[in-house]
């Protein structure tokens, strides 16, 4: 319920903001108030790079990494990391899968900010999301978070190239 309080505030307040005011009047106020925030992959040096890795009862279901930079928030271009695992769990006590199924994962950035990243996470069966949600990333320390029951992400930086 939090995640959607959160969408709907961050939606509600750019919907707002550009109904009180010309889309290019809009763009260029923020840019200028905004600066720099976090992002991936694109056009950032090898130099700084976060870890990830997503466990599912302790044990490493999924491991990478990807250089990360501040740039302009238009900058942004869309990515997904997919990786693949065996089901044998229920998600959101709901949704169970069998021990044979492929689950599809997928990480993408879902927006920066000036101290953090936002990563989108989501887990889908050929023929059902079974989780999505966010993870906030700080890109200079260790964040960790539960994300349903028995499943973790874990992001740290990496050390200097």
Not at 2 to 8: D, Y
Not at 36 to 60: H, M, S, T, Y
Not at 97 to 109: A, D, F, K, S, V
Request: proline share 6%; charged share 20%; aromatic share 10%.
């Amino acid at each position: 319920m939090t995640k959607i309080l959160i969408l709907m505030i961050m939606f509600g307040f750019v919907a707002s903001a550009s109904l009180s005011a010309s889309p290019r009047q809009t763009q260029s106020q923020s840019q200028a108030a905004e600066g720099p925030v976090w992002g991936w992959f694109q056009n950032c040096p090898e130099d700084k790079a976060l870890g990830v890795e997503v466990k599912r009862d302790g044990i490493v279901i999924f491991h990478s990494s990807f250089p990360i930079c501040q740039m302009p928030r238009e900058d942004h271009k869309w990515k997904v990391i997919v990786f693949s695992f065996k089901g044998g769990q229920a998600y959101h006590a709901e949704y169970h899968t069998l021990p044979t199924e492929n689950i599809e994962g997928n990480i993408w950035l879902a927006s920066g900010d000036s101290d953090a990243l936002v990563l989108g996470v989501s887990f889908a069966t050929k023929k059902k999301i079974l989780l999505n949600t966010l993870f906030v990333a700080k890109p200079n320390g260790i964040s960790v978070g539960k994300i349903d029951r028995g499943i973790v992400i874990r992001t740290f930086p990496l050390p200097s190239k």
